[in-house]
């Protein structure tokens, strides 16, 4: 069985400061793929970043970079110098299949405040 | 743009009823999904279809069916609805694992059971 685990229910900072969302995953299969989606006040996801299991390297984009450790099972979001924009609430989402069927963690709200 | 259209963005039914959820997606997606939302708990799967006519019960699925006669088409079914269902359902669609990048997410459809 998969399981996605967000510890954060909830985090607030001022704006401009950094913040790192935590994501930990347990699965037994060797190939698997690990998402971000972000969830604005509007409700539609949006597709953030996908990693391949096999496929450790660090990912930046703009303000936003991805940390995947397969040691720790762990694939942590780190928004740099946040902006109230960045308020939403954040899911780590993981799949293993052919038929993607994503598991969600339960999600972080993140509120960025002026 | 991939879209995934959800036909009501609101809706309050009574118990005992049945309800439908229309999804319609425009790019020929393999893949369709139904998800529920609910606070702390993420998003969690009720059925998915990777092909007409094709169906699997994902995590939650009692209490609910679906019907996929179209490609386009993935429609979810209370069949007699109850209080405990009252909650944001999300319709997704994607492809193939091997060339997805993300699932496509609806904006979503808050069902109230009173």
């Known amino acids: 069985a998969q399981k996605v685990t967000q510890a954060q229910t909830e985090i607030s900072v001022v704006e401009k400061e950094d913040v790192t969302l935590d994501c930990v995953y347990e699965?037994?299969?060797?190939?698997?793929?690990l998402f971000w989606y972000k969830q604005p006040p509007s409700g539609e996801l949006v597709f953030l970043i996908r990693r391949n299991s096999f496929d450790e390297q660090n990912e930046i984009s703009g303000r936003y970079s991805w940390n995947f450790q397969k040691s720790t099972s762990s694939f942590n979001f780190t928004i740099t110098a946040s902006q109230v924009v960045d308020s939403a609430v954040y899911f780590c989402?993981?799949?293993?299949?052919?038929?993607?069927?994503?598991?969600f963690g339960g999600g972080t709200r993140l509120m960025v405040k002026p | 743009d991939v879209k995934v259209t959800q036909s009501s963005r609101y809706l309050v039914k009574r118990t005992g009823e049945k309800v439908f959820l229309e999804c319609v997606q425009d790019?020929?997606?393999?893949?369709m999904f139904w998800y529920r939302q609910d606070p702390g708990l993420g998003l969690r799967l009720i059925y998915f279809s990777y092909d007409v006519k094709m169906k699997e019960k994902g995590d939650i699925p009692e209490g609910y069916s679906v019907s996929r006669e179209k490609k386009e088409r993935f429609s979810l079914i209370l069949e007699s609805a109850s209080t405990n269902q009252t909650s944001m359902y999300l319709c997704?669609?994607?492809?193939?694992?091997?060339?997805?990048?993300?699932?496509?997410f609806g904006s979503g459809t808050r069902l109230t059971v009173v």
């Open positions: 790019m020929d997606h393999e893949n």
């Open positions: 989402a993981l799949t293993y299949n052919a038929g993607n069927m994503l598991t």
């Open positions: 997704a669609s994607s492809l193939p694992i091997d060339r997805v990048y993300g699932y496509t």
């Open positions: 699965t037994r299969d060797t190939t698997y793929y």
